[in-house]
């Protein structure tokens, strides 16, 4: 039993159980002081010990006594109450817009390359926030909704386990990405809506150009925050490379030059009240996610109350059981009574 939930719904009752003692004092009173002591089922207590005949004969003002204290405890209404509690989500829409160009084969991530690692934190990051829905969006040369806003966590998790280079034609269309983000959150009544874009590149295709999704993040009064994945410069990056004599292609890793359009990402994160980060190793891409984990907290508000149900007639029951017993025992004569 939850003791915490139990509770006498008219407690003034409890005085009543004050009357037991004074019942027994009076009886007491009463044979100390009176002229004689008349037993009339003294008959048949014969042969039993003496100490016996003591109890018995004030059996039936004991267990009077006792019903009197049951039935005051069924007069204050012992409840018990189950816990309640009713949780009020007002959560964060989330979308998660992810590079999936050529250049994010780089492993300058070791011992992964950037998608790996960019895929495990995405997951972290989905599996940190049960109460929001997030959604996630793909882009290269043209963009892919993988998934759209949703709290299951497993059918988004199955998505982007899903998701891997040259699924779309290869290049990096920021603009066509955040354009197609933006159409996942167009419906959505959350009190916060988010875009986290997160690339290794610079523009160089797309039907939209960035600063025109910009523009259109900010009227939606959607957030976007940039992360900027991996060094600068010259990355190793594996190549696919074919023999010119025998034909077979083997898999080789060379040194390519890879840039990150900060200033046009900076640009993005800053007209839509986001922030931008640059992320150049697994751990640092981390701290990112933990830090937008953080900055995009969900509102949740909790009512407990409880649910009691009466507990009094079980205990009436006994109460009167308790009575009728005592009545039986002063029938047949077991009684203390004054000549």
């Known amino acids: 039993m939850d003791w915490a939930g139990f509770r006498f719904q008219d407690p003034v009752w409890l005085w009543a159980a004050l009357l037991a003692p004074l019942v027994l004092a009076a009886t007491w009173l009463r ?60 959560g964060v829409d989330i979308v998660v817009a992810l590079d999936v160009s050529g250049s994010m084969a780089a492993e300058d991530f070791q011992p992964l390359n950037r998608i790996s690692v960019a895929k495990e934190v995405v997951a972290e990051f989905v599996k940190h926030r049960p109460d929001d829905r997030i959604g996630l969006v793909v882009f290269a040369a043209k963009s892919l909704t993988k998934s759209p806003p949703t709290t299951d966590a497993a059918v988004l998790l199955r998505q982007l386990d899903d998701v891997h280079l040259d699924m779309l034609p290869d290049g990096t269309a920021i603009g066509s990405g955040l354009a197609t983000a933006l159409t996942r959150l167009r419906h959505s009544k959350a009190r916060s809506r988010v875009i986290v874009l997160v690339t290794d590149g610079a523009n160089n295709s797309g039907e939209i150009d960035p600063v025109t999704a910009t523009d259109l993040a900010k009227a939606m ?100 059981a308790i009575f009728s017993l005592s009545g039986a025992l002063w029938v047949v004569g077991l009684r203390v009574a004054p000549a």
């Open 31 to 90: 044979e100390r002081h009176g002229r004689a002591i008349v037993f009339p089922g003294a008959t048949r207590l014969r042969g039993a010990p003496k100490g016996w005949r003591v109890r018995l004969r004030h059996a039936p003002v004991v267990t009077a006594a006792l019903g009197l204290v049951a039935a005051s405890v069924a007069l204050a209404r012992p409840q018990q109450g189950s816990l309640k509690e009713q949780v009020t989500t007002r």
């Open 221 to 320: 009064e959607v957030r976007v925050y940039t992360i900027g994945v991996g060094r600068g410069g010259q990355v190793p990056m594996p190549m696919r490379v074919q023999d010119p004599f025998t034909g077979q292609v083997t898999r080789r890793t060379v040194m390519t030059e890879v840039e990150i359009d900060e200033d046009l990402l900076k640009k993005i994160a800053d007209r839509t009240g986001g922030e931008f980060f640059r992320a150049t190793d697994s751990a640092s891409l981390r701290n990112i996610f933990d830090r937008i984990d953080h900055l995009e907290k969900s509102e949740i508000k909790l009512a407990a109350f409880r649910r009691y149900r009466e507990l009094y007639f079980p205990v009436l029951l006994t109460s009167a």
